[in-house]
C-alpha cells in the first residue's frame, strides 16, 4: 500500500504543476518562422541581374529581392546544401555553389533551382560565369572546373598542386585571374584553355576575395586586414594600409569607389591608397561575408546571425 501511496502522491504533484503551467505560447514561434531572415542564418555570398537580388548561405538558404533589397523571399533548396557561392551570367541565369560539390542553376530570377553534380572528389571554393555563359569552379587540388551548357557536364584540369584554389574572376571573354591559398596567382589569356602561374604573393599571403577592374588594375584582400593592390596585371603588388587587423572578406566597387568588409563588422571605403572605416551607423558586430552594389549609392552586406543591410555609401 505503501508503493500505491507513493505513486498517487507523484501523479497528483505532476497534475497540479501541469495544471499551473501556462500554455506553450506557439506564436512567436510561428512567427519567427515566418521571417525572410533569421538569427541563424549564415550568409555568404551575393549576386544579382538585372531583376533580381539574390543572397545564398547555410542549409540551402537562398533569399531573392526584386525591389533593390527593401523585401525578401525565403527559400530552402533541397536537402539543405551548404551554398558557399552565387554568380550570375549575362543571360540572366544564377548559379549557386555548394560545398558537396553541387551547382544549382536558376533561369527565372532565384524562384526555382536545378541542381548538377560535379563529379569530382575535390572540394569546391569559388564560383563564376564568364561573358561566354560558361560557368567556372575552383577547388582543392589546384582543380578547375567548367561548364558551357549549364553545369549539365564538366571539363576539368588540374596544376596536379597541392594547393586550394579560393577566387576566380573574368575580366574579358580572355582574361581571366585565379588566386588560392601560399599566395598562389594565375592567369590566362585565352579564355581559361591554359593557366600561367604568375609571381606568388608575398609571405604566404591567404587570398579571400579579389576585384579586378581590367586586365592590369586589381586589389585582393586577406587575412589580417590585408589589402594588396597591381596595376600590372599580377606581377607585382602593393600593400595599401587599411588600419585594422580584422580578416577581410570581400570587396565590391560601388558608385565609383571601393568597399571591403569582414570580421567584426568591418567595412571599409577606399581613399586613395588607403582604407578607412565606413561609418555605416548600424550595430554590426559580426563577421560580413556577401558585399554587392545594389543600386546607385547602395550597398548590401550580409554575414553571420542573420545580419543583412543595405547601407546608404552615397557620401564622400
Keep these: 500500500m505503501r508503493y500505491f501511496s507513493d505513486w498517487l502522491v507523484v501523479l497528483i504533484i505532476l497534475l497540479v504543476v501541469t495544471g499551473c503551467e501556462a500554455p506553450l505560447q506557439m506564436d512567436a514561434v510561428e512567427k519567427r518562422l515566418s521571417q525572410s531572415i533569421r538569427r541563424s542564418d549564415q550568409f555568404q555570398m551575393a549576386s544579382a541581374n538585372?531583376?533580381?537580388?539574390?543572397?545564398?548561405?547555410?542549409?540551402?538558404?537562398?533569399?531573392?529581392?526584386?525591389d533593390q533589397g527593401l523585401n525578401w523571399r525565403r527559400n530552402q533548396l533541397a536537402d539543405w546544401p551548404e551554398l558557399i557561392g552565387v554568380t550570375s551570367c549575362p543571360d540572366g541565369s544564377f548559379a549557386a555553389l555548394a560545398a558537396e560539390g553541387q551547382v544549382w542553376v536558376s533561369t527565372n530570377?532565384?524562384?526555382?533551382w536545378m541542381a548538377h553534380a560535379i563529379d569530382s572528389e575535390e572540394a569546391p571554393q569559388a564560383?563564376?560565369?564568364?561573358?561566354?555563359?560558361?560557368?567556372?569552379?575552383?577547388?582543392?587540388?589546384?582543380?578547375?572546373?567548367?561548364?558551357?551548357?549549364?553545369?549539365?557536364?564538366w571539363e576539368f584540369i588540374s596544376l596536379d598542386e597541392d594547393t586550394i584554389l579560393t577566387n576566380i574572376q573574368f575580366v574579358d571573354e580572355q582574361t581571366a585571374f585565379i588566386s588560392g591559398e601560399f599566395g598562389t596567382l594565375l592567369k590566362t589569356t585565352d579564355g581559361g584553355l591554359s593557366w600561367a602561374r604568375l609571381p606568388d604573393l608575398e609571405d604566404n599571403f591567404y587570398p579571400q576575395a579579389m576585384l579586378f577592374e581590367d586586365a592590369n588594375a586589381g586589389w585582393i584582400v586577406g587575412l589580417q586586414g590585408e589589402i594588396l593592390r597591381t596595376e600590372d596585371g599580377g606581377e607585382s603588388w602593393v600593400l595599401q594600409q587599411t588600419g585594422t587587423l580584422a580578416p577581410l572578406f570581400g570587396i565590391a566597387e560601388a558608385g565609383g569607389k571601393l568597399y571591403a568588409v569582414g570580421g567584426e563588422g568591418t567595412v571599409l571605403q577606399q581613399h586613395g591608397q588607403q582604407?578607412?572605416?565606413?561609418?555605416?551607423?548600424?550595430?554590426?558586430?559580426?563577421?560580413?561575408?556577401?558585399?554587392?552594389?545594389?543600386?546607385?549609392?547602395?550597398?548590401?552586406?550580409?554575414g553571420q546571425q542573420g545580419t543583412l543591410y543595405v547601407l546608404p555609401v552615397g557620401g564622400s
Design 50 to 66: 538585372d531583376s533580381a537580388l539574390v543572397v545564398v548561405g547555410n542549409q540551402g538558404l537562398v533569399l531573392t529581392s526584386t
Design 109 to 112: 530570377n532565384g524562384e526555382d
Design 127 to 153: 564560383i563564376t560565369c564568364d561573358p561566354a555563359n560558361r560557368i567556372w569552379v575552383v577547388g582543392s587540388f589546384s582543380s578547375i572546373f567548367s561548364s558551357d551548357d549549364g553545369g549539365e557536364s
Design 275 to 302: 582604407w578607412t572605416k565606413l561609418d555605416h551607423g548600424q550595430p554590426i558586430r559580426v563577421y560580413l561575408r556577401a558585399l554587392l552594389p545594389v543600386s546607385e549609392g547602395k550597398l548590401l552586406v550580409a
